[in-house]
């Protein structure tokens, strides 16, 4: 399987200010996608990686609050935006696998005081 | 698009007995089904999965079936053991297509008591 690695863990943001977290393979991969984990709730997608062109985003998701950056085939960097309580999450990035669709990230888990 | 829905939201069995959460979906074109273990604190981790092309799979005390014509699957643990309790979620997605993406269900807390 793929190793992933995401920075930071977690952090605790003022509301107002902007984080960026970081999501390195270390094999290269056409898509990477980052996945939000309200508290107690399920993943749901945010937006999909793609190498060479911009992100494409899910429903209720734009890219002003959560801009993507995908500079290479191993790399790729979420920003959350003017950070509001309801911000605070578990954000986790992906890749598929040979074996498995999505292989997680460790996750950073963000609160927002 | 697509949409999981998942079923029970939360689970308690006694460890030995057996455990069957069940999802379904509403996109026939998802044709990849994989169901993800999240322990407390931890990343979510694939535990089984199946492709549209068979309607069973096992992999020791884990099971997934798939009907097609109904569109849901189920997962089932057979002699649940304590380290079994953790949330699971199902999901389903569109394999090796121009979408790898995952959409979930809501997930079920699995509470195996000894």
């Known amino acids: 399987s793929a190793v992933i690695s995401q920075k930071p863990s977690r952090d605790i943001c003022q509301r107002g200010t902007s984080l960026t977290i970081q999501c390195q393979v270390d094999?290269?991969?056409?898509?990477m996608f980052w996945y939000r984990q309200q508290p107690g709730q399920s993943l749901t997608l945010i937006a999909t990686?793609?190498?060479?062109?911009?992100?494409?985003?899910e429903s209720g998701f734009v890219i002003d609050k959560f801009p993507i950056s995908r500079p290479n085939l191993t790399f790729s960097t979420l920003t959350v935006s003017n950070m509001s309580p309801e911000d605070s999450s578990i954000y986790l990035c992906?890749?598929?696998?040979?074996?498995?669709?999505?292989?997680f990230g460790q996750g950073t888990r963000l609160t927002v005081v | 698009g697509e949409n999981v829905e998942q079923h029970p939201s939360t689970l308690s069995v006694q460890e030995g007995d057996s455990a069957v959460i069940k999802c379904t979906y509403s996109?026939?074109?998802?044709?990849?089904f994989p169901w993800y273990k999240q322990e407390l604190g931890k990343r979510p981790q694939l535990i089984i999965d199946i492709r549209s092309n068979v309607g069973e799979k096992k992999d020791q005390r884990i099971a997934v079936t798939l009907n097609k014509t109904a569109k849901h699957f189920s997962l089932h643990i057979t002699e649940t053991q304590p380290e079994d309790s953790a949330v699971y979620f199902c999901a389903a997605s569109i394999y090796g297509g121009s979408q790898g993406n995952l959409i979930f269900g809501k997930g079920t807390k699995l509470s195996v008591k000894p």
């Open positions: 094999s290269q991969v056409t898509m």
């Open positions: 996109d026939s074109a998802s044709n990849y």
């Open positions: 990686a793609n190498q060479g062109s911009e992100a494409t985003y």
């Open positions: 992906s890749v598929p696998t040979g074996l498995t669709e999505a292989f």
